[in-house]
Structure formats: C-alpha cells, structure tokens
C-alpha cells in the first residue's frame, strides 16, 4: 500500500526548513539494492511497523519486503518500552527476513553494524553499540533495534529486524527521554535528510546479510564498534542479575562475562547497564 507525501522537515537549531520527497517513489528511484526495499510498503501511519510486518510475513512477503512508516503512534522498542516516531523525523522500518536458525542470532550484528555504518557514511558521525544491539551516539542513543521471529517447530519461518532510528527529532523536546536519547539533527547542528539515511541502511544491510548467508563472521567488525567491552557491567536477564566485566563477544554474539570469581558467563541476551559512570 503506497502513499504520496512531501515531508518538510525542520532544522530545530536554525529555524531553516528542508523539504524532502520521502516516499515509496523516491525511495524506488534511487534504491541500489538486490531484495532489501524492492518490496516497499509505506504508510503515512502505522500502530507499529513490527506488527505489521508480522502480518506480511505470515502471509507469505518475500523476503527483504520492509514495512516503513512516517509516524508510527504505538512503537515499541526492547522490554516493552516505548518508541517515540512523530511524523516527518525519524526512520520507523521493520525489514523481513528468512534466515536459517544459526544465522539468526547474529541479525543483531547485521543490523546494528548496517545503522553505525550508514551514521558514519551519510551523517559523518561516529556512533557506537551497547551489547547487544543499542546505537550510540556520545552515550546517548540514537537507533533502537529490534528482533523477533516465528518458528514453526523446529522451522525458523521468518525473522524480522526492526528499526528506529531517530534522524531529525528534536529530543529536547520529548522530557522523558531528553536526557538520555539523542538525533542526528541534534548532534550535527542542521537536519539531515531521511532519504540518504534510508538508502545507506538498506544497502549495508543487504550487503552484511549476503555476508552472512555466506558465512563470513561478523563479530570481528561488530566489537571494534562495541562500547561495552572493557566495562565493568550489570546484566539483567529475567529475575537473575550478574555483575562482572564484559571482555569479549564470541562468533555467534553473546557476550563473554568475567564474573567477580573469575569464572566466565556466556550471556545470550539481557538488559546491560554500567556499573559505574564509564562512558
């Protein structure tokens, strides 16, 4: 389902508007990639990009098929929190994908490694990743990503990697994340167009995805881009809690904890927070 719209985006900082064509057009015009976006459906609106991927794939959306929205009024980032995407700011994408089961943990290498990149590329940025799969930027963040798939079985019948990316939102202006969440417009000055982001991204995806199916490691590139190594660290998973040092991550992602008795704990997932102000 395709959408008209001319997006005036804002420069918070010099009052300077930029006027962008961010539709499923324009984004056909000038995509360069094999799969990833050449099935596009755009919403001006949507509850949730996630949500309705998951409709699409269930109904059988090839993949690389991707669900972008302008706004999105019920985004929901990792642990069930909320993902601010006003409309006309950011970049609220959810991108389909059949994977094999031992691929799948390592989406999260794919996807945070395809955000850093295209930050660097387009924006001129350095961003980093908090294990497992938050961008910073100056320790603030700027891209949450999120992974869910489907099994049937034992089958793996698709995966989905979400994306919010906040391009030119003003978060100075959100109170409840001001302090700890920032933009590409904040942190550059001047707005910056969503197009050239979305592009980027989509082409390093692909790209770091065929290395994936080609099973080429990425854990080598993804840790140079890690912040949390080095660190002493708190890892909430569920009810149990582990303190120790993050000092490596391993092939398939998981993070390599040395524990306080000096014994080691591979963690697979949770939520880490630094122990001390070390940013």
């Known amino acids: 389902m395709f959408f008209l719209s001319i997006i005036a985006l804002v420069d918070m900082m010099k009052g300077e508007p930029?006027?962008?064509d961010f539709t499923s057009e324009s984004i056909a015009r000038a995509l360069r990639t094999r799969f990833i976006g050449r099935n596009l459906l755009f919403y001006p609106s949507v509850p949730s990009t996630m949500e309705e991927a998951h409709r699409v794939a269930r109904e059988g959306?090839?993949?690389?098929?991707?669900?972008?929205?302008?706004?999105?009024?019920?985004?929901?980032?990792?642990?069930?929190?909320?993902?601010?995407?006003?409309?006309?700011?950011?970049?609220?994408?959810?991108?389909?994908?059949?994977?094999?089961?031992k691929e799948?943990?390592?989406?999260?290498?794919?996807?945070?490694?395809?955000?850093?990149?295209?930050?660097?590329?387009?924006?001129?940025?350095?961003?980093?990743?908090?294990?497992?799969?938050?961008?910073?930027?100056?320790?603030?963040?700027?891209?949450?990503?999120?992974?869910?798939?489907?099994?049937?079985?034992?089958?793996?019948?698709?995966?989905?990697?979400?994306?919010g990316l906040n391009v030119n939102l003003d978060t100075r202006s959100l109170p409840d994340i001001s302090t700890i969440a920032t933009s590409l417009s904040n942190e550059m000055g001047?707005?910056?167009?969503?197009?050239?982001?979305?592009l980027s991204l989509f082409k390093e995806m692909e790209a770091l995805y065929l290395e994936l199916k080609k099973g080429k490691p990425l854990h080598k590139k993804w840790r140079s881009y890690l912040v949390t190594l080095g660190k002493e660290v708190m890892v909430k998973r569920g009810d149990t809690v582990l303190e120790g040092?993050?000092?490596?991550?391993?092939?398939?992602?998981?993070?390599?904890?040395?524990?306080?008795?000096?014994?080691?704990?591979r963690v697979v997932s949770g939520e880490v927070t630094l122990t001390l102000d070390q940013r």
Not at 247 to 261: F, H, I, Q, S, Y
């Open 18 to 20: 930029i006027t962008e």
């Open 61 to 101: 959306a090839a993949e690389g098929t991707v669900v972008l929205a302008d706004e999105q009024t019920s985004g929901k980032g990792r642990f069930g929190r909320v993902w601010h995407t006003p409309k006309g700011t950011s970049i609220a994408a959810s991108v389909i994908l059949r994977p094999s089961l």
């Open 104 to 163: 799948l943990p390592r989406l999260n290498m794919v996807a945070s490694l395809a955000v850093v990149k295209s930050i660097e590329k387009v924006a001129g940025l350095k961003a980093r990743v908090k294990w497992p799969n938050d961008v910073l930027i100056g320790g603030k963040k700027v891209c949450g990503i999120l992974v869910d798939s489907s099994l049937r079985g034992q089958e793996l019948e698709y995966a989905i990697i979400g994306i």
């Open 190 to 198: 001047q707005g910056i167009s969503r197009l050239k982001v979305l």
């Open 245 to 265: 040092r993050a000092e490596n991550v391993d092939e398939g992602g998981a993070l390599l904890l040395r524990l306080p008795d000096g014994s080691m704990e």
